[in-house]
């Protein structure tokens, strides 16, 4: 994607080889800052305080974080320690599982010696397989929209939270259609809920799709129901952060409500899923673990202050003192999920379903 008319990733390998470069995702919209990773303190920080966020780009992360651990030691031991410690920064994306999985194995099978470099190929194979599945979804993503854009003047998407690039290493997975279908000339507009409590709608999916060009308009989460009901909207597309084999879906939180909504409406309601973002191993969702984080999120907001280009401010919202809780994902079942748009093609959220479509990977 061009940022300022740059292509731009979310994160690359340093022109040293060693250090890997991040968008410091905090600091959007107001400031487009660069990080650098140089340690596996620095990736867990990363992903930990979500610099890096979005289940495919957590992956990815997660990866790096092991090949830049690896650099201080490879060890059986270290390699345990540095799975251990990335593993507990994100408990919900199932990709941070899979991508600490694959290359934990891969390094177990070669002489110390060897295992930075394998560590750092193998992240980089991570990254360009994300690039590649973003890049088939947009396309299947794109044939279920065209038909939808023959209705109106105008095709309206409504999404939640952010599974644009910014969630990814390149392209997005729930935008990546939108992207397309604006290339391809149709007239798409796009529903953004802002997803308090971090606001990842109104802060990044805002941002990238105005760096786009891709028309928008930001409602408040509680405003999604109302604009459904006004017939506002042909299709919700969101990401997800961990899908069941039977296709259950854990996004981020809010994601049910706007499912619940949408059928009531008569709205389809799509999932893209990427299969690094499937979990074969569980087929009910309510077994995925839901992240829990600081109750500051809810407490305090933060901004730009007002009048000012530089300065972000953090104001508090709730009497102090005030109980809450931050329940970072919900489950919508698989049966308000009008289809799972993957890098093989669209199909139905369900065991049978997903496992014509990844037969290898299916369970009896
Ligand atoms: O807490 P976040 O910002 O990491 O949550 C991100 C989401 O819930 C996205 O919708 C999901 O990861 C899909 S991203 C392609």
Redesign the pocket.
């Known amino acids: 994607v061009n940022v300022a008319g740059h292509p731009t990733r979310t994160i690359w390998l340093a022109p040293n080889g060693v250090t890997v470069r991040i968008i410091d995702q905090t600091k959007l919209p107001h400031a487009f800052v660069i990080a650098e990773l140089a340690s596996l303190a620095d990736a867990a920080d990363a992903l930990r305080e979500?610099r890096v966020?979005?289940?495919?780009l957590?992956g990815v992360t997660a990866a790096y974080g092991l090949a830049l651990a690896m650099r201080s030691g490879a060890s059986d031991a270290q390699l345990e320690n540095a799975c251990e410690v990335l593993t507990a920064t994100r408990p919900t994306?199932v990709n941070l599982r899979a991508a600490l999985r694959y290359l934990r194995a891969a390094l177990q099978q070669v002489p110390e010696a060897q295992r930075v470099s394998v560590a750092y190929d193998l992240a980089a194979e991570l990254a360009e397989r994300d690039v590649a599945d973003n890049r088939a979804i947009a396309q299947h993503g794109l044939e279920l929209l065209r038909p939808l854009a023959e209705k109106r003047a105008r095709l309206e998407v409504m999404t939640h939270?952010?599974?644009g690039w910014l969630?990814?290493v390149d392209i997005?997975?729930?935008l990546a259609p939108v992207y397309a279908a604006h290339d391809a000339g149709l007239p798409v507009h796009v529903w953004v809920s802002e997803t308090r409590p971090r606001n990842?709608g109104a802060s990044l999916t805002a941002w990238e799709l105005g760096q786009h060009g891709v028309p928008h308009t930001v409602i408040v989460d509680n405003a999604a129901g109302h604009v459904l009901q006004l017939g506002n909207v042909d299709a919700v597309l969101?990401?997800?952060?961990r899908t069941t084999a039977h296709g259950d879906v854990a996004?981020?939180i809010g994601t049910y409500l706007k499912a619940l909504a949408a059928r009531d409406c008569g709205v389809p309601f799509f999932v893209a899923a990427p299969s690094s973002s499937i979990d074969w191993s569980l087929t009910v969702g309510a077994d995925i673990p839901i992240e829990e984080r600081s109750a500051r999120e809810i407490t305090h907001v933060g901004g730009r202050a007002e009048g000012d280009d530089d300065s972000q401010v953090s104001v508090q919202l709730l009497p102090s003192g005030t109980q809450v809780s931050n329940f970072?994902?919900d489950i919508t079942p698989a049966r308000l999920v009008s289809g799972l748009i993957t890098e093989r093609g669209v199909c139905a959220a369900s065991a049978r379903g997903l496992a014509e479509l990844f037969p290898e990977s299916a369970r009896g």
């Not at 966020?53 to 495919?56: L, S």
């Open positions: 979500m966020r979005g289940a495919p957590i994306a939270c952010n599974a969630a990814t997005g997975t729930a990842q969101v990401g997800t952060d996004n981020k970072g994902f």
